[in-house]
């Protein structure tokens, strides 16, 4: 498992850069229903509000 979230993306090819000002980041909340996710904030058209999020589970030693 990487030390943080952006070194999982910058090791696939991920720009820090692109992912901060997407504020891309990783649930390490135990309980949280994204725990141990990649989570991508949706915002509105005009980048204020935040209509949800998008998770992506990074928890490889789970089977599906």
Do not use: W
Request: aromatic fraction near 14%; glycine fraction near 10%; hydrophobic fraction near 45%.
């Amino acid at each position: 498992f990487p030390v943080t979230i952006t070194e999982f993306f910058v090791d696939r090819g991920f720009n820090a850069k692109v992912l901060d000002s997407y504020d891309v980041g990783l649930c390490v909340s135990k309980g949280h229903q994204m725990f141990m996710r990649v989570v991508v904030p949706v915002y509105d058209e005009f980048g204020t509000g935040l209509i949800g999020c998008v998770g992506r589970s990074i928890a490889f030693d789970h089977q599906v």
